[in-house]
Each structure stands twice: as structure tokens, then as C-alpha cells.
């Protein structure tokens, strides 16, 4: 089924371990995001990706870097985890035109991260 | 300032009653466009229904409803006949600009538990 695929959906690392989550869509969408959700707020903007080839800082992106590898790829690392980013983590890709923007995001099923 | 603001953390809506989800907003844009998600305990989000802000008429999707009052700058969920699969997490966001590369900005949600 067409869609964003996330990997992994589980993870727990020790404090100062780096990882990478994978994000991919077959939905031919240019626009790719990372988001965090801790308990009881919404989902914030770590960064993003508006077309291939570019990348852009969300609201929290202190601590992470994003790779757009190509349109259907897009990338988030943990350079040094914290604690603090124990989170879940979305990955979602929106398209060009009107219609997309009626359709809204098309969000993966998530990556829930443990940092010990 | 917040952009979206969802005032109600939780609600119990007994089944079958009608469950109205309130969201205010704030922005300058004449153009902007606002969305609702489901998060059922499982993770994932769900788009449920989308309303521009140049819609003439309030938008509709099976037994979603979006009640959009734009000189009070609210854009509130109806669910009619609420069922327990209602049960979940949902979130208001909101895209300002016209650019199709657009960001979400999201409301913090609102948890709604359905009693049989």
C-alpha cells in the first residue's frame, strides 16, 4: 500500500549513542517532515524538507540532523541522544497543488525512542 | 502567542451523543487552511477533515463535521453519533500561506473517551 513507511518503530539507546531513523514515501510527495510528540502536547516541527535537495530548521532542532537522501528518503539522526529526546518520533510527506493541501499530511506509524 | 488553541486536555462523551471539539485559531493570512487528525491509542494520525479558509460552506466528511466560524476564528469538530472507536486523541492544526510547501502548526489535543 502506498504510504510513509518508519523504521524503526521501537528503540532504546543509551545516553551519547547515535541512530538514524528511516523515513520513505511512494507517494511521489516533494514535502517531507520530522516531527517529536511528548505526552500531552502536539506534534513539534524538528525540521523539514520542502523539495529534494533542501532542508530547513522546525522549532526544535537542537540535537538532530536531517539528510534528504533523494524524493522518496528523508532521514533523522541523533548525533549524542539525551534523555530529553525520548519522544515519539513521525515522519509524514505532504504534496504539491491543492489537492495535497485539502488531503493534508500522510504521517508513518511513528518511532517510539527511549534514551537511558 | 498561541496559534492553536484546543481548551478542553479531556472529554467523556456518552455513546451515541454528538461530541463537539473546540479550536480556536490565530493568524493573519487571509488563505489558510484548517485540518483535523484522530490519534487512536495505537499512534498513528489519522486526517479526518479540512476546511479553507475560502470555503463558502462548512466541510463534511461521513459523520465529521467541521463548524467554522471565521469571524470568531474557531474551527470546531462535530462528531455526530459518537461510537467507541471515537475514542482518541484529537488534534486542530492549521496551514497559513498559499505555498504548497506548507507547515502545519498544531494544537496541543483533546482526549476524548466515548462511555458505552
Known amino acids: 500500500n502506498a504510504g510513509v513507511t518508519q523504521t524503526p518503530k521501537f528503540q532504546v539507546l543509551k545516553t551519547g549513542q547515535s541512530m538514524t531513523l528511516q523515513c520513505a514515501q511512494d507517494?511521489?510527495?516533494?514535502?517531507m517532515y520530522w516531527y517529536r510528540q511528548d505526552p500531552g502536547m502536539g506534534l513539534r516541527l524538528i525540521y523539514y524538507?520542502?523539495?529534494?535537495?533542501?532542508?530547513d530548521k522546525g522549532e526544535v532542532p537542537n540535537g538532530y540532523n536531517v539528510s534528504r537522501l533523494n524524493k522518496r528518503e528523508f532521514s533523522l539522526r541523533l548525533e549524542s541522544a539525551a534523555p530529553s529526546q525520548t519522544s515519539v518520533y513521525f515522519c509524514?510527506?505532504?504534496?504539491?497543488?491543492?489537492?495535497?493541501?485539502?488531503?493534508?499530511?500522510?504521517f508513518g506509524s511513528g518511532t517510539r525512542l527511549t534514551v537511558v | 502567542a498561541q496559534k492553536i488553541t484546543q481548551t478542553q486536555p479531556g472529554m467523556f462523551v456518552q455513546e451515541k451523543e454528538a461530541v463537539t471539539l473546540d479550536c480556536t485559531y490565530d493568524t493573519s493570512d487571509q488563505s489558510y487552511g484548517l485540518f483535523w487528525y484522530k490519534q487512536p491509542s495505537s499512534g498513528e494520525m489519522i486526517f479526518l477533515i479540512y476546511q479553507g479558509s475560502y470555503d463558502e460552506q462548512n466541510a463534511t466528511e461521513g459523520r465529521y463535521s467541521l463548524n467554522f466560524q471565521k469571524a470568531r476564528k474557531s474551527a470546531n469538530l462535530v462528531i455526530s453519533a459518537s461510537q467507541l472507536g471515537d475514542s482518541a486523541m484529537y488534534f486542530c492544526a492549521m496551514r497559513e500561506g498559499r505555498h504548497s510547501n506548507y507547515q502545519l502548526i498544531w494544537g496541543a489535543g483533546t482526549k476524548l473517551i466515548i462511555k458505552p
Open positions: 509524514a510527506s505532504s504534496g504539491p497543488g491543492v489537492r495535497a493541501t485539502r488531503d493534508g499530511y500522510t
Open positions: 507517494m511521489n510527495h516533494n514535502s
Open positions: 524538507s520542502a523539495s529534494e535537495g533542501t532542508t
